[in-house]
């Protein structure tokens, strides 16, 4: 989803991508790398309603994976925290 996001906003255009389990995001990493994509940012945490940690994970694959399931204790962040903190645009 990130790859298609960042061809579609273009070189001007920004995409935040949030990817809070640290195997997924080496493996997203790479791609925004081999792709040359300059625009993507890609975020350690997982978006959520507070500011803290929670559990990540699942069963099957990794898009089965969600807050509350799993054993990987992962950051999560409000949108209004990483705007405050200039880490992501209004």
Request: proline share 4%; charged share 25%.
């Amino acid at each position: 989803v990130t790859l298609c996001a960042a061809r579609r906003v273009g070189p001007a255009g920004r995409v935040h991508a949030f990817e809070p389990s640290a195997r997924n995001r080496a493996v997203l990493e790479r791609h925004v790398r081999w792709n040359r994509l300059e625009n993507v940012t890609v975020h350690a945490e997982a978006l959520s309603d507070h500011d803290g940690e929670a559990d990540f994970g699942g069963t099957g694959t990794s898009k089965m994976f969600a807050l509350g399931g799993g054993g990987e204790r992962v950051p999560v962040r409000r949108a209004t925290t990483l705007v405050a903190e200039g880490r992501c645009a209004p």
